[in-house]
C-alpha cells in the first residue's frame, strides 16, 4: 500500500467515526465531509433535533446516528459512548470538535466556570478518549483528532478560554507520545479565526459586521477570513493512514495570523 497516494476520498470508505460538536459549525461540516466519503457515523451533540434534521442531509443518512449528550456530565459522556459503540460496533477515529469560551470573558475567572472550561474543551475529550482506547483491540488502529484553537499559544481569547485550549494541547501532545505503542495516533489542529455555519466567528460577522472587518484587517494576513472548507482537508488528513508520524503533534492552521515561534 503507498502511502504516497493521497485519495483521501477513498480513505474513508466503511470507517466507524464519533464526532462531538455534531450539531452545527465545523462539526457539522465534518460530518457531512465524511458522509460523503462512505463513513459511518455517531453524531454527540445537546440538539437531537438539529442532528436528526443534518442526518437526513448527509449522504447515507441511515449509516449514521444522532446522540443527545450533557458533554457537562461525565455519567451522560458513559451512556452516550455506550449507545454509540452499540451502534458502530467499533471506533476507528474520535474527532472533537466540542469547545468553547461560552462567553465567560472575566479576567479574574470564578473557579465554577474555569471548571466548566476545562471540562468541554478537556475533560470531556479525555473521558471518551479513556473510554475508547480502553476498550480498542490490541492491534487496531485508532485516530483520536482534537480541535483546539491559537489561543493555546497566542492567548487571544479570554483568560478562561486561553487556560482551557492550553491544557488541550498540553494533553495532545502527552497523550500522543504515551499511546503510540498501542497504535493510537493522537493529534490536534490550532485553528485561527474562520467561519462555518453557526460558529462563533459567524455570529461575530452577523452581530458585529464593523468588527469583524477590522479583525480581519488587523489581524489576518492574507485580509481573508478562512472558512471550514480550508479546514476540514487537515481533519481528514489526520484522521487518515497518512499521519502515521503525526503521533502528539498540534497543526496550525490559521492562515498566519498567530505570531507564536519557537527556536532550540
Not at 457531512?32 to 442532528?51: H, V, Y
Not at 459503540?85 to 474527532?95: A, G, T
Request: proline fraction near 2%; charge should be positive; hydrophobic fraction near 40%.
Amino acid at each position: 500500500m503507498s502511502y504516497l497516494n493521497l485519495n483521501l476520498d477513498k480513505e474513508f470508505w466503511g470507517k466507524r467515526i464519533i464526532i462531538t460538536g455534531a450539531s452545527n459549525g465545523l462539526g457539522a461540516m465534518a460530518c457531512k465531509a465524511f458522509a460523503e466519503r462512505g463513513a459511518k457515523i455517531a453524531m454527540l451533540s445537546r440538539s437531537k433535533k438539529t442532528m436528526d434534521k443534518l442526518k437526513n442531509k448527509i449522504a447515507n443518512p441511515s449509516n449514521h446516528i444522532s446522540i443527545k449528550v450533557d458533554l457537562l456530565n461525565n455519567k451522560k459522556i458513559i451512556m452516550a459512548i455506550k449507545k454509540a459503540k452499540k451502534f458502530l460496533k467499533r471506533v476507528d477515529i474520535v474527532l472533537h470538535v466540542a469547545g468553547g469560551g461560552f462567553g465567560l470573558k472575566e479576567k479574574l475567572i470564578e473557579d465554577k466556570d474555569l471548571k466548566m472550561l476545562f471540562q468541554i474543551n478537556v475533560g470531556a475529550a479525555a473521558e471518551i478518549n479513556r473510554l475508547i482506547v480502553k476498550d480498542k483491540s490490541k492491534n487496531q488502529f485508532l485516530k483520536l483528532v482534537h480541535v483546539g484553537s491559537i489561543a493555546s499559544s497566542e492567548a487571544v481569547g479570554s483568560v478562561g478560554y486561553n487556560t482551557a485550549k492550553s491544557a488541550l494541547a498540553a494533553y495532545v501532545k502527552s497523550l500522543g507520545r504515551e499511546l503510540y505503542k498501542d497504535n493510537v495516533i493522537v493529534t490536534g489542529i490550532l485553528p485561527g479565526g474562520f467561519t462555518a455555519p453557526g460558529n462563533a466567528m459567524e455570529r461575530f460577522r452577523k452581530k458585529n459586521l464593523k468588527d469583524y472587518k477590522k479583525f480581519i484587517k488587523e489581524r489576518i494576513p492574507r485580509g481573508l477570513m478562512g472558512t471550514s472548507n480550508e479546514i476540514l482537508p487537515m481533519i481528514l488528513f489526520l484522521s487518515s493512514k497518512h499521519s502515521s508520524m503525526m503521533g502528539g503533534c498540534l497543526v496550525p492552521i490559521d492562515a498566519g495570523e498567530s505570531k507564536n515561534y519557537q527556536i532550540d
